[in-house]
């Protein structure tokens, strides 16, 4: 279906009449300037000052005349590319010399891209564009001449159209999401084109209680996409205030609901965790976006609709998901961490899942997406949801149970699992428990045979990744210490498997995966429920 709906595409837009359909009377300045609170990366800025073009984990030179190539790079190169976030970065540079390569970049961008593409004219891309455009206005276009800011509203017109005619055709998710704010952007803010605004307004109003979940997580169910879409959230309602438009309802609840959801994934450093191909995140970024979006409400101690518990005592938090994957078209950065868990102490981290590469297909995803580079239990070398390396889910557990206790401070989570019940008759459960002093962290990990089967035996490891900069070295009696930057200790013990100390990488920040450790503890399934448990606490000197 999706290759169908590519070749009718291409034939009905990618003929040359197509471009004379989207012509007509174009703006000739903004009705509404919305304001762009969003930091920009002055490293990156400079970069592109410099001729390097660096998105998605991959750095393409400029041409002779400072240009990129427009069609060069991966996809996710292209799409952040030809999306125009890094018109920030150059801002962040400062100065005219960065406002001029602005212009001239936006021009290399008309002069290649003026007819639809498949990947430059995609919805969500044009979405980030369109907002990109109009919200950067006064940076790079409002002292421009009349010919080039004639050019960029003529191109804006056009290419609100062209959304206009797309979508919401097959998108879901945050692309939807994506390609509704270019069209609140270009509604509310180019003249004459109120009602292009208010139908997405309605289509928002549509999808956002389908897509914000009654704990505010989104059904993508990860946290780098719960700050995007709650930054872009935040950017419509903006728009709609600028141009002195009525907020709708729908909008600024998802908000009020979404901020503390946010809140909800952060470590103790101010980033995300590190579930469904989410990354740490700028945490200046996540603080603006908690700031802008202007909505109370404390951390949620449980999300069971997004399925995530979070356990917090003492300095030390534990994230754990409790949850079912995202169903089949949501799921495109989805990984196989059913029960994997995060966790940090005071503001650092200790035990983490590995990260996801910028690029979320091929090889990397495989790798990075899969059971073992989650902090949780591996049966039969094979993970609990069938990874897809172009993206998604094939097989994936059907149902994810979840019950939680506090007491005195106390927190115990239990949940169990059946992503292994179909090929090897097992299920597997977790319980781990947080003290109340949280400097007692206890788990154990069940193999249990499903009813009226008699499976055979397996192989399987219980994972724990570690943060870089945690020390780890084994210890008399089968047990690892962890040393953390700050000088606190925490000691590990298992009973009911070997431990090991295995090497692993780290990609929850930055674009190159850097060298980590692991704690294996492996051994082998019998008929009987097989139970590992284990123990993480702080040493105390001289303890």
Known sequence: MGRLRDGVAQIAFGNPIYKLTLGGRAPTALSAVPPDPWPGDAGEGSAILAGVFRFGGQAVAADAHGAPNWRAGSAVWQDA??????????R??????????????????????????????????????????????????????DEFRAAVFDSLARQVKHLTRVVPGALDGKALVTAAKGLVYGGFCLPEHERVGQDALKLLERELPRQILPDGGHIERCPSVQLRILRDLIDMRSVLRTARAD?????????????????????????????????????????????????????LKSAPHTGFERLIAGRTMVLMDTGVPPVTGLDATAHAGTLSLEMSVGK?????????????????????????????????????????????????????????????????????????????????????????????????????????????????????????????????????????????????????????????????????????????????????????KWALRRERKGG
């Not at 590319?81 to 150059?90: A, K, V, Y």
């Open 348 to 532: 650092e981290r200790l035990i983490v899942n590995c990260g996801a590469h910028p690029v979320k297909t091929g090889p990397w995803r495989a790798a990075l997406a899969g059971t073992a580079a989650h902090s949780t239990v591996v049966l039969a070398e094979t993970n609990s949801s069938e990874v897809i390396e172009a993206g998604g889910l094939g097989r994936r557990p059907s149902h994810v149970g979840c019950e939680r206790q506090e007491n005195d401070g106390a927190v115990l989570v239990v949940a169990t699992h059946n992503g292994y019940s179909r090929n090897f008759g097992y299920l597997h459960r977790r319980r781990v428990y947080l003290a109340e002093n949280g400097e007692d962290l206890r788990g154990e990990d069940m193999l249990e045979p499903v009813i009226g089967a008699t499976p055979e035996p397996r192989p399987f490891t219980i994972r724990f990744h570690l943060h870089p900069a945690v020390q780890a070295s084994l210890v008399q009696g089968g047990q690892v210490q962890l040393k953390l930057p700050s000088g606190a200790a925490w000691r590990l013990r298992a009973s009911g498997g070997t431990l090991e100390l295995e090497e692993s990488i780290y990609l929850g920040s930055g674009d190159e995966p850097r060298r980590t450790t692991q704690i294996a503890v492996s051994g082998h399934t019998g008929p009987a429920i097989k139970t590992v």
């Open 247 to 299: 907020v709708p309802e729908a909008l600024q609840h998802a908000i009020d609901r979404m901020t503390p959801a946010l809140r909800f994934f952060r470590h103790g450093d101010g980033g995300l965790a590190l579930f469904n191909g989410g990354r740490e995140e700028d945490a200046a970024l996540v603080d603006t976006v908690l700031a802008q979006a202007d909505a109370r409400g404390r951390p």
């Open 92 to 145: 962040a540079v400062g100065g005219d010399t960065a406002r001029r390569r602005a212009r001239s970049l936006v021009l290399s961008w008309l002069d290649h891209n003026g007819s639809w593409n498949a990947q430059t004219w995609a919805p969500e891309v044009l979405g980030a564009r369109i907002a990109a455009w109009i919200g950067l206005h006064d940076f790079y276009c409002a002292s421009a001449d």
């Open 81 to 90: 590319l030809h999306g125009f976030d890094w018109l920030r970065d150059l």
